[in-house]
């Protein structure tokens, strides 16, 4: 019996065994056949996965395009800036990640919050940018503690610096993030969220050509998500460099000889149209808004009642004044309704209708012809002959020297202004045009908006011959290895057909303006230089206050008059058109000839490496 049973215990351990070993033969041929197939079948598949845990694909952003002067100033630069970027994936939980961040470095945890609130979205494996453009310090916290932060880096990037601050804001203009209607436009295709573009100026009207294109790299990342090396790196192409037709420390001149006044000043080339000057008073800072203005910032420029955000050069809507008797002057002479002969006497008054009409001169100017009438800028005598052109051949010679429409210019934006015609007063309001309105048009007075800049191309095309140029800004293009690829010259709009005897003249009288005692710019001529020029002074609509008819140096500022100054130099010869504006300077003989005279001086004598302005006109601006 015992025999048995010892022999049955064999059996069944032996069978045990042998089941074993089947059940682990089995399973180490499951084993093998599934790592042949993830090794050899499926290897490929799985070790790309596996890479891409640690392989990351990274854009690196474009130098954008450098801004200089006419003669190769540098005036708009980029600076290296440090972002702190949060990588969602690698940050893990988030909210703990900020409240370290918070601690080690002076950042605001609320602000970072509502970064990431405003990011709402964003891609888990993408750099959030949450601190734009630290400083150092902050910089250096965050690199100490970079252990302690998985999933915050620091981003290098570059930013604009706009190097001479405020000086020509306006024309250079600024940059601002992309928004939704901007990523919808044709031309931004390729551009993200967190991109800047050109906003303003210069900086928007050639941001493609500016803003280059766009690389990449690939790196590997350990597990906190830090670059640990790159593998592959397609660099950026830098955008292209521009070249202004801008002479800087003319425009430097121009903005400190406008000096806490608001108004604009323009200077051109009469032969090209290339734009010397473009100031508007006051600037701005664009630097405020490279890494985003403030709220409060922002709203104290909105806010200021002199408008600092207006380029008033292009913007601006102002009443032309005496200088459109330029305009009445060779309208009357090119129609015939006078000639050079043609004389009108003024008693300081013009009766029309059962109205009288004033001259600026309460004692009146006795006979005048049109030589004598510009030079002393006699109201009466274009009152007259006005009447005889009309509103709308007045209208027609103002267009065809470039009023009343926009010029073109490089940057966006422009002011039309406003010329009106009979046509255009039934059109907006209904009714017929009066014939004494023609009187108050023929002065630069009435209906008559013009902008600094058309002015600036009107007094251009007298001092040219009748060439109406379309302003030129941008001189030329180049890439980032100084090959040139693009050319500005000179654009023709126009060729105005004027008898040779007609600008002869107007320019003898623009000539006396300045040069003869009579001159209502008599006080701003300059030793040796001959100008020639046009004073005017705007009314502002509403001016009089109760009390202050009789004394105007009462009167309010915003209710004091404009004054305008139009000038080309040298007669013979012209090199340079100036049109100055100075909003509630009253008088353009006082606030805007001197200004212009300046410009002139130093552009035609001084040159841009001489001597700094005339001290005497600190003098007179103090007297004014």
């Not at 058309?454 to 011959?465: E, F, K, L, R």
Request: glycine share 8%; charged share 25%; hydrophobic share 40%.
């Amino acid at each position: 019996m015992g025999d048995y049973l010892k022999g049955i215990d064999i059996d069944w351990f032996r069978n045990r065994v042998s089941l074993g070993m089947l059940v682990a033969i089995v399973a180490f041929v499951v084993i093998l056949a599934r790592l042949f197939y993830l090794q050899i079948i499926e290897g490929e598949t799985y070790r790309a996965l596996s890479e891409n845990n640690s392989i990351r694909l990274q854009t690196v952003d474009p130098p954008r395009g450098l801004i200089f002067d006419a003669h190769g100033k540098l005036l708009v630069d980029n600076r290296p800036a440090f972002d702190v970027t949060l990588t969602p994936k690698d940050a893990r939980p988030v909210q703990a990640a900020l409240e370290r961040l918070s601690r080690y470095a002076p950042i605001s945890f609320d602000a970072l919050q509502l970064q990431m609130i405003l990011r709402k979205g964003h891609p888990p494996f993408k750099p959030l940018v949450i601190k734009p453009d630290v400083d150092r310090n902050v910089l250096a916290a965050i690199e100490v503690s970079r252990f302690d932060l998985p999933g915050i880096s620091i981003d290098v990037k570059t930013r604009r610096q706009y190097i001479h601050n405020r000086s020509a804001a306006h024309l250079l203009g600024y940059l601002g993030e992309v928004n939704l209607d901007d990523l919808k436009k044709a031309e931004n295709t390729g551009l993200r969220t967190g991109d800047l573009i050109g906003k303003f100026g210069i900086e928007k009207a050639c941001d493609t050509v500016l803003r280059g294109k766009r690389g990449g790299r690939q790196v590997q990342v350990n597990a906190s998500g830090q670059v640990m090396r790159v593998i592959k790196q397609v660099d950026a192409v830098p955008g292209k460099n521009l070249f202004l037709t801008i002479h800087h420390r003319l425009q430097q001149l121009a903005e400190a000889l406008l000096k806490d006044a608001a108004g604009a000043v323009v200077a051109m080339d009469p032969n090209n149209g290339h734009v010397l000057a473009l100031a508007s008073s006051p600037s701005f800072d664009p630097n405020a808004f490279v890494s985003g203005i403030s709220r409060e910032a922002w709203n104290a420029l909105v806010s200021n009642p002199d408008h600092p955000m207006e380029n008033k050069a292009i913007q601006g809507e102002y009443p032309p004044a005496s200088t459109y008797k330029i305009i009445t002057a060779i309208a009357g002479l090119e129609e015939g309704v006078i000639d050079e002969n043609t004389t009108f006497f003024c008693p300081g008054y013009y009766r029309f209708g059962n109205r009288s009409y004033r001259c600026w001169k309460k004692g009146g100017h006795g006979h005048m012809n049109v030589v004598k009438a510009l030079t002393q800028s006699c109201d009466v005598f274009f009152y007259q002959v006005g009447q005889r052109l009309g509103v709308d051949r007045l209208a027609k010679w103002a267009h065809r020297f470039g009023l009343g429409s926009p010029t073109g210019i490089d940057i966006e934006n422009e002011a039309a202004g406003l010329i009106p015609t009979a046509a255009w007063k039934k059109r907006r309001y209904g009714i017929r045009w009066q014939k004494g309105e023609t009187l108050s048009i023929a002065i630069g007075q009435g209906y008559d908006l013009v902008t600094p800049l058309q002015q600036a191309v009107m007094i251009s095309a007298v001092a040219n011959g009748g060439i109406r140029y379309k302003p030129l800004l941008i001189r030329s293009i180049q890439s980032a290895d100084g090959k040139e690829t693009a050319d500005f010259k000179k654009n023709v709009v126009d060729r105005i057909r004027l008898r040779r005897r007609t600008l002869q003249i107007v320019r003898k009288a623009l000539f006396n303006v300045v040069n003869t005692r009579k001159g209502t710019a008599w006080r701003s001529r300059v030793e040796g230089l001959d100008i020639c020029g046009k004073t005017g002074t705007a009314q502002v609509v509403g001016r009089k206050e109760k009390g202050t008819e009789k004394a105007p140096g009462n009167r309010s500022k915003h209710l004091k008059d404009h004054a305008w100054f139009v000038a080309y130099a040298p007669a013979e010869d012209p090199r340079i058109a100036v049109a100055v504006l100075v909003e509630h300077g009253e008088h353009g003989s006082s606030a805007a000839a001197p200004i212009a005279r300046e410009l002139i001086r130093y552009y035609l004598k001084a040159g841009n490496g001489g001597p700094p302005p005339d001290p005497k006109y600190k003098t007179l601006r103090q007297r004014h």
